[in-house]
């Protein structure tokens, strides 16, 4: 499933083609992704513009300013779940800017949401998997709609801090790495990404959290966190089987990858001379350095 960063690079790849613009016309080929797509949906889009893209979590948000009908700002809420992707072709008909490394799994077909914006630029949504899934909510009431409610601080922004995460994991038993993916304490953050994280500021995925709610160590992690995750995005998210950017540019941040899917291999830190390991926790797949991660 798409992380942060590729969330984010996603939703720098739409804003050029969206934000400022009229969405002429928008059409729905089904009535369910994930979830049944809002009532009127396709109708209650069109001829709306979209002021601007922000991020919360993984999901991206398209602000929508109020229409004819409307008399409120609406939020567009679109999750890429395990195979969404958008691609977007210009006016004359190309897809742009760029060439897919590989093509979708099954074209047209399961091309579900078509955005056609007035500048004659096509948006279109694809998930051959259906996991993703769009809503419709009112801006108003965006923070606590089902979605984004309960959610904890942004990894990036000036929300998270070590007193936060000291406060979070403060008595609480669970792994670490449990911690750090449970949405309530950091939206956002995934397996991958977490893997990493906890490798470079040299914390165990097998801690408990309250093990680790010391200003030291918190610090340390927030530190790597910020620093895995900006990184990542620069390098334009990881290339994950069905993941692609908008314009085809498929990330290369895996190429980066200190412990995630290197079981067996030696570790790059410097000096540590340890092997990759390879646990299960909570069903998930974890990659550390027993040697340079205590």
């Not at 893209?53 to 679109?78: F, N």
Request: glycine share 10%.
């Amino acid at each position: 499933m798409p992380e942060l960063p590729e969330v984010e690079t996603v939703r720098r790849g739409l804003a050029p083609a969206m934000e400022g613009r009229i969405l002429a016309c928008v059409t729905q080929h089904r009535p369910d992704l994930r979830f049944p797509l809002p009532e009127r949906f396709a109708a209650r889009l069109s001829g709306r513009r979209i002021s601007h893209l922000t991020r919360r979590a993984k999901y991206i948000l398209a602000h929508v300013e109020p229409g004819a009908q409307e008399r409120s700002e609406d939020v567009l809420i679109m999750h890429l779940g395990m195979s969404g992707r958008f691609t977007i072709h210009g006016a004359d008909g190309a897809r742009a800017p760029g060439l897919f490394h590989h093509g979708a799994p099954g074209g047209e077909r399961h091309d579900h949401i078509v955005f056609d914006m007035e500048d004659g630029t096509r948006i279109v949504y694809a998930d051959h998997r259906r996991f993703g899934f769009m809503d419709l909510v009112p801006a108003a009431s965006l923070e606590t709609c089902r979605h984004l409610a309960g959610l904890g601080p942004e990894p990036l922004g000036n929300e998270f801090s070590a007193d936060v995460l000291t406060a979070r994991f403060k008595g609480r038993r669970t792994p670490v790495k449990s911690a750090l993916l449970d949405q309530r304490n950091v939206a956002g953050l995934g397996n991958i990404y977490v893997c990493e994280a906890l490798w470079r500021s040299g914390i165990s995925p097998k801690r408990s959290a309250a093990s680790v709610a010391g200003p030291a160590r918190t610090a340390r992690l927030v530190r790597a966190i910020r620093d895995v995750l900006g990184e990542a995005i620069a390098a334009g998210g990881s290339t994950l089987r069905d993941y692609a950017h908008t314009d085809g540019e498929l990330g290369y941040f895996q190429h980066s990858f200190a412990v995630y899917d290197r079981e067996g291999q030696a570790c790059s830190k410097p000096g540590c001379g340890g092997t990759v390991r390879r646990i299960v926790q909570s069903a998930r797949s974890t990659f550390y350095c027993p040697a340079c991660q205590r």
